[in-house]
């Protein structure tokens, strides 16, 4: 008797479960909210604000790590944009001073051009050329090649804009 009243339980409990969840979806709506066939709704993602670089007012596509110190980077340009003033230095990197000590995990790394790492802490470097030395990953500049990366950043000191933009 306890055996067929603890099955009757279990199935009445996984039915109402399944026609709960049944009960939420809305015939053409996805879970974004978005109707089918309606690209003029607004999403919750297109308003997702993401970290963005600009070397002398240039966008340039970086893809960002996951850490302490990219976390860092957001939460200090969350209300404005962080400007850094960079210098060439060795022919092959630009360094800037964050003006504060963000949160660091240095390990011996061999950089190459389109690198941004983090040096000692406070300072934010960005590779035109490869060097080996203990820095935080930062992230990597993808959408430009060596050349590119020197053409950018080889020629002089440059301003490196971060700031949180909407996704596009």
Not at 28 to 57: C, F, H, Y
Not at 77 to 104: A, H, N
Not at 131 to 140: F, I, K, P, V
Request: glycine share 10%; hydrophobic share 35%; charged share 20%.
């Amino acid at each position: 008797m306890m055996k067929k009243i603890t099955t009757a339980f279990i199935t009445i409990s996984l039915m109402a479960l399944f026609l709960g969840a049944c009960g939420n979806v809305e015939s053409g709506n996805d879970k974004t909210g978005e109707k089918a066939g309606d690209s003029e709704v607004k999403t919750e993602e297109a308003t997702e604000k993401m970290l963005q670089m600009r070397i002398n007012g240039t966008v340039v596509n970086v893809s960002w790590e996951e850490n302490k110190s990219v976390e860092a980077l957001v939460n200090l340009c969350k209300d404005s944009p962080l400007e850094i003033q960079m210098s060439m230095y060795g022919g092959f990197e630009q360094v800037g001073s964050l003006g504060t000590d963000i949160p660091r995990d240095d390990v011996q790394t061999t950089t190459q051009a389109g690198d941004i790492v983090l040096y000692s802490g406070n300072q934010i470097v960005v590779f035109y050329g490869s060097n080996s030395w203990s820095y935080t990953r930062l992230g990597h500049i993808t959408d430009q090649d060596n050349e590119g990366m020197a053409e950018f950043l080889g020629n002089g000191d440059v301003t490196v804009t971060i700031s949180m933009e909407a996704r596009q």
